[in-house]
């Protein structure tokens, strides 16, 4: 048995085109049997909004609306049709300070280019099986930014809801099917 | 502070925390995707025919643009702005090299990135080094340089460290 890709609808937005059939290409071969595509986050939203797709990758790089415009709205836009939606964004930069910037809009994964087909698919991997919980504060909606943190901890966990760090993290580089 | 006095802080803001449904894990089911399937979408990454050229030359007449500006920025300019007109091309650049057979492109740029992300003003010297990355780029890509460019490669991106090296020796005191 292995995942139903077949099931679901993924929107990629992306203003190059060559990149756009790429990534279109992957979700194919991965199973996937509807993928949309838009060629800037104001286009993106317009078919979110029409499709309500179950996953959004989209580059962060784009004109009138870049990527982390595009995550922002869907977090916070009332005309958004789910707010939830797992949004991984694609882009060169990989310096903390713009994973930051990213992660603080809304993103739920970040994915550098360039990147290979089992970079792609372990993003997908982490958005099924470890999705987010979601925080609403006075300035910030969005997946839950404190994913990473407590491995190596050692000491005692506190709250019901607190996770041991070796059931958390998955060394998914050395599974051979994760 | 003990464990008594960090429990009963007062909450520093309001949060409230949200496990929406997994809806997508009740669409795919379990299993993961197979090595056969991740192989052929690895053969279809490798095996791609785009011809990376003219997406190039458009990021490299944009960096070109962006070098213009910055040659001809004066200090009180909003310096994140000029440099940004510059890492953007970049950052495609870096990005689109590798995806399209070109990881000397990718590891080129990556390095421009790793400069304009740490400078702060632009001067002539700044402009002659990103400059110098242009021409690098341009040349490899003109001569379609598909590979890692093996020994000549090595040593562009050497010359172009030390250029960098040197700039942050001389200015900043500290290196890439």
Redo the contacts between chains.
Sequence with gaps: ?????Q??TVLIVED?Q??L??AR??MT???VKNVMGAKHGEEGFKKFCEHNP??IIADW?MKPMDGISLAHRIRNDPASPNK?V?FVL????S?KRRVMQARDAGVTEFLV??????DL?RRL?Q???R?R??????DFFGP?RRRKGAAGYQGHLRRNTDVQPDDYYVNVDSD??? | MNDRQHFSQKPR????????P????T?????????D??N???N??EN?T?DFQP?AEMYLAGLMKGIDLAKESDPNDDQEYVISRML?PG??????????HY?LV?RI?DKL?QFL?VIERVDIEVVEIVMAFHTTIRAVVMGRVSGDGGKHGTELMRALNEACVRYFDKYQGKSL
Excluded: C, H
């Excluded at chain 1, 048995?1 to 890709?5: D, G, H, L, R």
């Design positions: 048995m292995s995942y139903q890709f099931n679901i190059n060559p990149m059939e790429l290409a992957l071969a991965f199973g179950d996953i790089m939830f797992p694609m882009t060169g930069f310096e280019k360039p990147f290979t087909a089992r698919y991997y958005i099924i099986e999705p919980q979601f925080v609403r504060s006075e839950d051979k099917r994760i | 803001r309001n949060a409230e925390f949200i496990k929406p997994n809806m997508l894990k669409k795919v089911g379990s299993g993961g995707l197979s090595d399937i991740l052929k979408a690895e279809l990454l791609n785009v997406l953007y950052m495609q650049l870096k990005a689109n090299g590798g995806m399209f990881p990718t740029a990135i992300e």
